[in-house]
């Protein structure tokens, strides 16, 4: 489970004094308690996937990679050079990302498997997307693929 393999790392980094890997993976750690938390009180499963956890580490990298844009105009390359360090750490437990030549394949290959022709169908697309490569792919990208595809 992704989960234990978090805590593991996490006492490795503890023994290795790597205090970079150490907060990142305290970080995640909280956010999935978070989570946790959240999915309970709404009358859910107390624990969660790894493919719920594997999300929630996707969204930190987009949320670290707006702020490092935002560093990037404030000449802020410190906190920039942190922010991605922090990226590089998170995405060491994530799938391989699709280069934009292959998001472009699969979403030409979804886009003929469903008959698509209008925006109209869009939704139905991305919903194959996100079912087929949640994780590998990231959706802005294959958003607007399909977007130019369809019009």
């Given at each position: 489970?992704?989960?234990?393999?978090?805590?593991?790392?996490?006492?490795?980094?503890?023994?290795?004094?790597?205090?970079?890997?150490?907060?990142?993976?305290?970080?995640?750690?909280?956010?999935?308690?978070?989570?946790?938390?959240?999915?309970?009180?709404?009358?859910?499963?107390?624990?969660?996937?790894?493919?719920?956890?594997?999300?929630?580490?996707?969204?930190?990298v987009k949320q670290r990679r707006d702020s490092i844009r935002?560093?990037?105009?404030?000449?802020?390359?410190?906190?920039?050079?942190?922010e991605q360090a922090e990226i590089a750490v998170i995405e060491?437990?994530?799938?391989?990302?699709?280069?934009?030549?292959?998001?472009?394949?699969?979403?030409?290959?979804?886009?003929?498997?469903?008959?698509?022709?209008?925006?109209?169908?869009?939704?139905?697309?991305m919903g194959v997307l996100k079912d087929r490569y949640a994780?590998?792919?990231?959706?802005?990208?294959?958003?607007?693929?399909?977007?130019?595809?369809?019009?």
């Amino acid at each position: 489970m992704l989960r234990q393999q978090l805590n593991e790392d996490l006492k490795s980094a503890m023994r290795d004094k790597d205090t970079r890997r150490m907060g990142t993976l305290r970080l995640i750690l909280a956010a999935v308690k978070e989570q946790e938390i959240v999915s309970r009180a709404e009358g859910g499963d107390k624990d969660i996937t790894d493919d719920q956890i594997r999300q929630i580490m996707a969204k930190m990298v987009k949320q670290r990679r707006d702020s490092i844009r935002m560093y990037e105009e404030g000449a802020r390359m410190d906190l920039a050079e942190q922010e991605q360090a922090e990226i590089a750490v998170i995405e060491s437990y994530l799938p391989k990302q699709l280069s934009a030549d292959e998001v472009a394949e699969v979403v030409a290959k979804v886009k003929q498997e469903l008959g698509a022709t209008g925006l109209k169908d869009m939704g139905r697309c991305m919903g194959v997307l996100k079912d087929r490569y949640a994780g590998r792919v990231d959706m802005g990208r294959a958003s607007q693929t399909m977007k130019q595809l369809l019009t």
